[in-house]
């Protein structure tokens, strides 16, 4: 059974960091690209990031030069390093598995989200 686990998410404030963290387990992580998707409250799911096997990073333009997106294959688990935090960054972050067509696509397993607050 694939499983994605969130964690590393809290409250901070304005220009503050947080590093999330995503552990996995039913499939072989190295070989599959992975996902950060977040949810704003009432708003519909954003893509953050993505990084493909070999490590390459792709980010979406509302965290572009604020958020680093790494993993360690050796622990098979992915990591989003937000700096520079916005209000705007606030949402549950979820940990995702892309199908097929990759991260431009469906996503075919979830995490359960880990929440994100960013406030004065």
């Known amino acids: 059974e694939v499983q994605l686990v969130e964690s590393g998410g809290g409250w901070v404030q304005p220009g503050g960091s947080l590093r999330l963290s995503c552990a996995t387990s039913?499939?072989?992580?190295?070989?599959?690209?992975m996902s950060w998707v977040r949810q704003a409250p009432g708003k519909g799911l954003e893509w953050v990031s993505g990084i493909n096997t070999g490590g390459t990073p792709t980010y979406g333009d509302s965290v572009k030069g604020r958020f680093t997106i790494s993993r360690d294959n050796s622990k098979n688990t992915l990591y989003l390093q937000m700096n520079s935090l916005k209000p705007e960054d606030t949402a549950v972050y979820y940990c995702a598995k892309p199908g097929r067509q990759g991260w431009s696509g469906d996503h075919d397993y979830w995490g359960q989200g880990t929440q994100v607050t960013v406030s004065s």
């Open positions: 039913g499939f072989t992580f190295s070989t599959y690209a």
